[in-house]
């Protein structure tokens, strides 16, 4: 007698799962608005716990990425004969106009952002 092996199931991936859980939030946000106004309560924990666990993660990326750096490396980027500052925030050009100022420019805009009272 020969035996059948059972059907395997197809795992659906993180991404998908994502995605269907997304579209499923803007679905039953638009369709059904403040009747389910309670469920902001988990949403609101979830981030929450999200940023619990990220926040101390990129800060220990950040401290041990500091901690290989090389003396060479470590000193900046005029001591390996490179432009500083300027270039860092996207200013390229020694005389004309520069480029936009990209990530750096963003991030400093967000920490230097005014407070609306």
Known sequence: MQETAPAQRRRIGIATQVFIGLGLGVFVGLF???KVAFLQIGGDLFIALLQITVIPYVVVALIASLGQLTLEQGQGPRAQG???APHAL???SPGGAGEPPGVPGLALGLVFQRQSN
């Open 32 to 34: 059904f608005g403040e």
């Open 90 to 92: 996207g200013r390229r």
């Open 82 to 84: 490179r432009r500083g």
